[in-house]
């Protein structure tokens, strides 16, 4: 019965990997700029995507598109300045219409496939549910690479244990045959998991060679071949040759754990590499040995085999603690928190991986009260518990082969862009609205009050768009709270959000971000300083404060074209914000089609000069440049 026990458990470990979910990539998608669903006033420069891990360039592409599929993109993807996790690709200037961005994004830690897409707008909000959406959630090669990691850690767990059952001599003679097919095991993994990501990449093997995920593979294979050479000694040299494997295998470990989600954790990567190592390393010495020395007490009991048994617990032992402890400080990096282990596939195979731990371990634990008194007079105990041990090793192994394989809950955690929080009090009523994004365009409002009622009802007015008529909506009760879904917040700016509930009004203020712009600064001399932005492709705004000194200023803005030329504006709104103080309007006149005069009151530190401009077709432009002034 028990041994039935054993294999049902197996049995049901195995179906779990089989119906486990399609793999999906690592590298999911965190932010977008522009976001998701948003509505802009001009054409971006660029759109840049960022991942939850680094993407490989050479292996990725994005891809922008108009309504009718005309591909918008200038020059490939390429890695973001400060942000190794982030690839941005140029656009041509982008009239008033929706775009449609696609991904194929290659992680140079895993690699792992990542495909999605998204539409945002210039000018035209786009389609209602236009969020990104990860579009393959797996693909022919999640069977291939499951099997592959699979044969591999197999392989490698027989290579660890045998070396260390020849050091520390609880394994016979028949351990280099056994080490034999433990590098046919390994190889073999290896070679189906170099096909499945090569069909990730969907570029010949060269070109895979070349990226890091291609080297990572080359590494595994030198270490691999060295464990094959190894062998061929261990044919004179037992001892040695069994240890040179060992290593070998150590080593082949080492490099395929830096390859895969420890390199991506929370936590420092060194730290978590190091026990992701110990953890694959203490399990080979822990199953590879026991059959190493199934294999060595072949027979009839005897004096040496009982000693070989008395040895190899004493090491099981200290390797199945280090397996928990490393096992469960990996679970706490990956895992967001406790309730992801019933919530996530990922957290239902570390379930899964736990419970056949466990059972290993408690068949450890009958080894050491009953086959191990009794070894010297009966080994058939230990055969037969050892057989289930093995079976249970198999289906573990295999559960980890899924671990390495689906993303973990850590990797998605902060794929949200910044949300908007503001609170206030008026009327008797304090309204507390927070939004799931500070990008414009779609978005999610919620609104908890205390001391009023309902109805609900949000109006939005932008404090720096004179002309802009205001909109509003309508929220829904759900629980203690009051939500409601709307592109209200149309574009990048200040908002003046007005919460009515019931006769009150509580007046907020929140600040819908702009995507990053380029700075640039020129000090000549004798002259103002001109801080330049680029706005957009076609556009640049600049700011010359005289005197760039605390106290009044003159700051002259102008607009130009892309050639620097200057070009009229139909109006101008300029805001200044000292520190990180609320940014308010500044007395403004114009002195030229494209040039305006803004009196500003500098202070010692960080400044922040915002200019939002309307050109005569209509088209917004808004622009910020930080001045750190000395006092």
């Known amino acids: 019965m028990a041994r039935r026990g054993i294999v049902l458990l197996a049995l049901a470990a195995l179906l779990g990997l089989a119906a486990a979910p399609a793999t999906r990539a690592h590298g999911g998608l965190r932010l977008s700029n522009p976001s998701a669903g948003a509505t802009l006033g001009a054409s971006p420069a660029a759109v840049q995507l960022s991942f939850s891990e680094q993407p490989e360039p050479s292996l990725s592409e994005i891809r922008v598109l108009a309504a009718d599929g005309e591909p918008l993109v200038v020059g490939p993807a390429t890695l973001v300045a400060g942000d190794p996790n982030a690839l941005a690709v140029r656009v041509k200037?982008?009239?008033?219409?929706?775009?449609?961005?696609?991904?194929?994004?290659?992680?140079?830690?895993?690699?792992?496939?990542?495909?999605?897409?998204?539409?945002?707008?210039?000018?035209?909000?786009?389609?209602?549910?236009?969020?990104?959406?990860?579009?393959?959630?797996?693909?022919?090669?999640?069977?291939?690479?499951?099997?592959?990691?699979?044969?591999?850690?197999a392989g490698l767990a027989l290579l660890v244990g045998i070396a260390a059952a020849a050091a520390a001599r609880f394994g016979g003679a028949g351990s280099v045959p056994l080490a034999a097919a433990g590098w046919v095991l390994a190889a073999a993994g290896l070679a189906l998991v170099a096909e499945a990501q090569r069909r990730y990449a969907e570029v010949p093997v060269a070109d895979l060679l070349e990226t890091p995920v291609g080297r990572a593979l080359l590494w595994r294979g030198v270490a691999v071949a060295a464990a094959g050479a190894a062998l061929l000694l261990a044919r004179r040299r037992r001892r040695a040759g069994l240890t040179a494997a060992g290593l070998a295998a150590l080593a082949a470990i080492g490099v395929h754990v830096t390859a895969g989600h420890a390199a991506a954790g929370g936590w420092p990567s060194g730290a978590s590499i190091a026990g992701q190592w110990a953890h694959f390393a203490a399990a080979g010495i822990w199953l590879g040995g026991l059959a190493a020395l199934l294999l060595h007490v072949r027979g009839g009991p005897s004096a040496v085999k009982s000693a070989a048994v008395r040895r190899f617990s004493a090491v099981a032992l200290a390797a199945l603690g280090l397996v928990a402890v490393t096992g469960v400080l990996r679970a706490v990096d990956e895992l967001g928190s406790w309730r992801e282990l019933g919530s996530t596939g990922y957290g239902r195979a570390v379930v899964l991986k736990v419970l056949l731990v466990a059972a290993i371990a408690g068949l450890g634990a009958l080894h050491r009260r009953r086959s191990l008194p009794a070894a010297a007079r009966d080994l058939g105990p230990l055969r037969r518990i050892s057989q289930g041990e093995l079976l249970l090793a198999a289906a573990a192994l295999a559960v980890a082969a899924v671990l390495g394989s689906i993303p973990p809950p850590a990797a998605g955690q902060g794929?949200?862009?910044?949300?908007?929080?503001?609170?206030?009090?008026?009327?008797?009523?304090?309204?507390?609205?927070?939004?799931?994004?500070?990008?414009?365009?779609?978005?999610?409002?919620?609104?908890?009050?205390?001391?009023?009622?309902?109805?609900?009802?949000?109006?939005?007015?932008?404090?720096?768009?004179?002309?802009?008529?205001?909109?509003?909506?309508?929220?829904r009760r759900e629980g203690g709270s009051f939500t409601g879904a709307g592109d209200n917040l149309a574009f990048d700016g200040r908002w003046r959000v007005t919460v009515e509930a019931g006769?009150?009004?509580?007046?907020?203020?929140?600040?819908?971000?702009?995507?990053?712009?380029?700075?640039?600064?020129?000090?000549?001399?004798?002259?103002?300083?001109?801080?330049?932005?680029?706005?957009?492709l076609r556009n640049l705004m600049r700011f010359s404060p005289e005197p760039e000194r605390p106290g009044r200023s003159l700051v002259t803005v102008t607009s130009y074209d892309e050639i620097e030329d200057e070009q009229p504006l139909a109006s101008l709104v300029v805001t200044h914000a000292a520190g990180d103080g609320p940014a308010r309007q500044v007395p403004v006149r114009r002195v030229g089609p494209g040039r305006f005069l803004a009196e500003v009151e500098l202070v010692a530190g960080k400044n922040t000069l915002t200019g939002i401009a309307r050109k005569p077709d209509g088209a917004r432009l808004r622009a910020s440049a930080g001045l750190d002034v000395r006092g």
């Open 93 to 153: 200037e982008l009239p008033r219409g929706v775009y449609r961005v696609e991904w194929r994004v290659v992680s140079a830690v895993d690699g792992h496939a990542t495909t999605g897409v998204y539409a945002f707008g210039i000018g035209v909000a786009p389609p209602v549910g236009a969020g990104a959406q990860e579009l393959e959630a797996g693909s022919p090669s999640s069977a291939l690479e499951l099997a592959g990691r699979w044969l591999l850690l």
């Open 415 to 475: 794929a949200l862009p910044p949300g908007i929080e503001a609170s206030g009090t008026a009327d008797g009523v304090r309204a507390e609205l927070t939004a799931a994004s500070a990008s414009p365009g779609a978005n999610t409002f919620t609104v908890r009050l205390d001391g009023g009622a309902g109805p609900v009802r949000l109006r939005f007015r932008p404090l720096d768009d004179p002309g802009v008529a205001e909109t509003t909506l309508a929220l």
């Open 503 to 536: 006769r009150a009004r509580v007046p907020l203020e929140v600040e819908v971000q702009t995507p990053p712009q380029r700075l640039s600064v020129e000090r000549i001399p004798g002259q103002a300083p001109k801080y330049t932005v680029k706005v957009d």
